[in-house]
Structures are given as C-alpha cells and as structure tokens.
C-alpha cells in the first residue's frame, strides 16, 4: 500500500454545498476502490495563476489517502469524467513528504492559515 496525496480544483460556479457533494463523492470513490482516506481538507476559493475555461478562481480540496497504484488511474477517469473538475493532480507520498504533511496538519490544529504552514 501506498501513500497518496490528490488536490483537485473545483469550478468556482458551485455553491459551496454542491463542492462539498463534490468532495464526498470522490473521497467515496476513493473508499470504493479500495483505499483508505486519511486526510482531507478545504483550501476555499482561491484565485488561479493562470485562466482555466475562462474562469479565473477556483475551489482547492486535497484528500490524502492509501492504497494501491491500481487505484489511481480508475480515480483520475472519474475526475476527467466529471465536468466539475477544473484541474487535479496526485502524487505518490514518500517519507519526506509524509512528515511535511503531518507537521503542516499539526500547525493547521493550532490555529494557523493553511497558506502559512506551507511556508
């Protein structure tokens, strides 16, 4: 098993109930298929480097999860699939990148904004 990390960006014409029905149902997908949720969290809208389909912000989400390799290409069909689904991306996790987001979590308990913890 291994670890992965996927942040997604959302249409920014949702409301925020219809993101988080999003975000449900591909932590859902990723249960159904075998994997384990392990962290997931809201980013908010946020605006983007550069215009994606004519939209210049979007809804950041990441969901940390683990599971098998098999998982992820079956996942990022169902994010092509959905039209709400801007952008996403996913990365393998390895040590390095495990211990910087548990201590980014640990900052994030305490109060702090998530854009400081990645500093």
């Given at each position: 098993?291994?670890?992965?990390?996927?942040?997604?960006?959302?249409?920014?014409v949702l409301s925020e109930d219809q993101a988080?029905?999003?975000?449900?149902?591909?932590?859902?997908?990723?249960?159904a298929l075998g994997g384990k949720?392990?962290?997931?969290?809201?980013?908010?809208?946020?605006?983007?480097a550069y215009p994606i389909q004519k939209k210049t912000?979007?809804?950041y989400f990441l969901i940390e999860f683990e599971g098998e390799g098999s998982i992820i290409s079956e996942l990022e069909v169902s994010f092509k699939?959905?039209?709400?689904?801007?952008?996403f991306l996913t990365v393998k996790m390895d040590s390095d990148h495990k211990?910087?987001?548990e201590k980014r979590?640990?900052?994030?308990?305490?109060?702090?904004?998530?854009?400081?913890?990645?500093?």
């Open positions: 098993m291994n670890n992965y990390e996927t942040v997604f960006i959302l249409t920014p988080k029905e999003a975000v449900k149902k591909f932590e859902g997908e990723v249960k949720l392990q962290h997931s969290e809201s980013w908010g809208l946020k605006k983007l912000t979007g809804f699939r959905d039209e709400r689904i801007m952008r211990a910087w987001a979590k640990s900052r994030m308990k305490k109060g702090a904004k998530p854009e400081a913890a990645d500093a």
